[in-house]
């Protein structure tokens, strides 16, 4: 009874530390962190310590299938190459994992080789979600795609470049060209092992909707597993069960656009955005709990070691200030010799400055949950030693997140207000060119239903021509509202947000009236249930 009333609790306090972001300016993983802590003080005084490899499984594998659900698969497919050919996806990661690895030994012995590898390579991952929240909207629209796909590369490469250098740090043995083969291997075959999964999930959907077994709840159920499923079979196989989410969330985010019952997908999405933003909440949360202790071990360990708090935290700066230069080169880098090339061909070559462009990627590198939930999976033993420098792992990556949080929400707004941005100007065209060819197919289709199916029966022809007709001309008004008169647009725009405010008015009217119904015993509860559900979907519809 414990666990669930914590259970409880910590859900309720992720709830709470949403609503105290809107009132206290201070990052919302930051925030979570600080009442996790005060959480784990006098009065409350709650303690709990998860074994790491509940770490592992139970957040890792769907944050990274959510990851590939929702990166966006255009941009991705035409700025892939860009990608990876600027590091930020494997590059990168194997030079933070090697300078910054060397860095940490360096700076605090007391953390063996291989785990200042290890700490290197769970310090790569970037958090897109942070930084896009900073930015409120205003990032370049490329920069905020390129992010979002960064992440979800980074985030597989860095927890399996991570797991590798944790096995060398347990096992004391260490071989690039073996590695470098093995990692090869497990990455392709947990790429093929979540594909194929995903995939298979996707042919049993469309199997059980033309036999009418579809069902949207049971459907969700399977997504929700989906992600443990691809994680545990690329794992007890051998393989990367990372990229098994990762590539599970990337194919099934294209079965999820095929056509199903829209409330499959409203459904789909509320959860997945709820488990989403839970998740990363709980993570944040479990680290406030546990770091006023890890703080203290910290401390006594200091007493009898070469370290002590001032040194951690001057190691954690020197460590973000080393984390920010790196990704300041290799962003300015990437850009001068890609607009080098694209002069020597006689290309068109985009003019930007490249110091202010780099500079704003560099503070856009925030550390987040995956980041957080990596480091706290470190085992606690290696055998019957407890693992050398865990904690010291735990504080500087935790050190490092909330820098690097810090960084990015004085950076970011700092580099956009200097950085010209006609992204949203551009974004709103290519949706009103999309909003213009789905409305002609629409209207060239009606004209043909109309034509195919003109009946003898005058009566039945004539209604069906008006119906038609009615439809079609509401249709053509949305057309003339997206054509480029901008008067005429701003007109239809304002009319309809008129109505859609008179409406979903009314549908609150309707709702109050049919509880008032329920308290005079006019209807019966369950006919409310599917009254209020009904209007609900219309209030989603109009929103």
Request: net charge neutral; glycine share 6%.
């Amino acid at each position: 009874m414990d666990i669930l009333y914590l259970i409880f609790l910590l859900l309720l306090a992720v709830g709470a530390s949403r609503i105290l972001a809107n009132l206290i300016p201070l990052p919302l993983p930051i925030l979570q962190i600080v009442l996790g802590s005060i959480l784990a003080m006098p009065p409350f005084g709650m303690q709990i310590e998860l074994h790491p490899e509940i770490f592992m499984l139970l957040f890792i594998p769907p944050l990274l299938f959510y990851d590939g659900w929702k990166i966006p698969k255009r941009e991705f497919t035409e700025h892939g190459v860009e990608m990876t050919a600027m590091s930020l996806v494997l590059v990168l990661v194997l030079l933070v994992v090697v300078v910054v690895g060397y860095f940490i030994h360096w700076l605090l012995p007391a953390i063996p080789l291989g785990a200042s590898f290890a700490l290197a390579a769970i310090l790569s991952p970037t958090d897109a979600l942070a930084v896009i929240a900073i930015g409120q909207g205003r990032l370049p629209r490329h920069m905020a795609h390129q992010l979002e796909g960064e992440a979800m590369m980074n985030d597989a490469t860095g927890l399996v470049s991570f797991k590798f250098a944790l096995a060398a740090a347990i096992s004391g043995t260490f071989s690039l060209v073996s590695v470098a083969g093995e990692f090869l291997i497990v990455a392709l075959g947990g790429l093929l092992i979540g594909a194929g999964l995903s995939w298979s999930v996707g042919r049993l959907k469309r199997w059980m909707t033309a036999r009418g077994l579809f069902d949207p709840a049971v459907y969700v159920v399977m997504i929700l597993l989906l992600p443990f499923a691809a994680f545990y079979l690329a794992e007890h196989a051998g393989m990367s069960g990372i990229l098994s989410a990762v590539a599970a969330g990337m194919v099934q985010s294209r079965v999820d656009m095929l056509p199903v019952k829209t409330s499959t997908r409203i459904l789909n999405r509320s959860i997945w955005e709820m488990l989403d933003f839970s998740f990363n909440g709980l993570v944040f949360l479990l680290l406030g709990l546990q770091f006023p202790r890890i703080v203290g071990r910290v401390w006594e360990a200091s007493s009898h070691q070469a370290y002590n708090m001032p040194t951690l935290l001057f190691s954690a700066v020197a460590i973000m200030a080393l984390l920010l230069a790196m990704r300041f080169a290799f962003v300015y880098a990437y850009h001068w010799s890609e607009m080098r090339v694209r002069r020597l061909r006689g290309a068109p070559v985009e003019e930007k400055s490249l110091g202010l462009f780099s500079a704003l990627s560099a503070v856009a590198g925030v550390r987040g949950a995956i980041t957080l939930a990596g480091v706290l999976s470190v085992p606690l033993m290696i055998g019957d030693t407890p693992f050398p420098g865990r904690d010291l792992m735990i504080f500087l990556a935790a050190a490092v997140i909330i820098l690097s949080l810090l960084v990015g929400a004085l950076g970011v707004p700092f580099f956009l207000k200097r950085m010209p941005n006609n992204d949203f100007e551009e974004h709103e065209r290519e949706l009103q060119k999309a909003r213009r060819q789905a409305a002609q197919a629409a209207v060239g289709w009606l004209e043909n239903w109309r034509q195919e199916n003109a009946s003898s029966d005058v009566d039945r022809s004539a209604l069906q021509s008006e119906v038609a007709e009615r439809v079609i001309e509401s249709y053509r008004q949305d057309l003339e509202a997206l054509m480029d008169r901008e008067d005429m647009a701003n007109q239809a725009r304002r009319t309809r947000a008129l109505e859609i405010e008179l409406r979903l008015q009314a549908i609150a009217v309707q709702r109050k009236e049919l509880l008032r119904m329920r308290k005079r015993h006019d209807i019966d509860e369950q006919m409310l249930q599917a009254l209020i559900r009904d209007l609900d979907y219309d209030e989603a519809a109009l929103r």
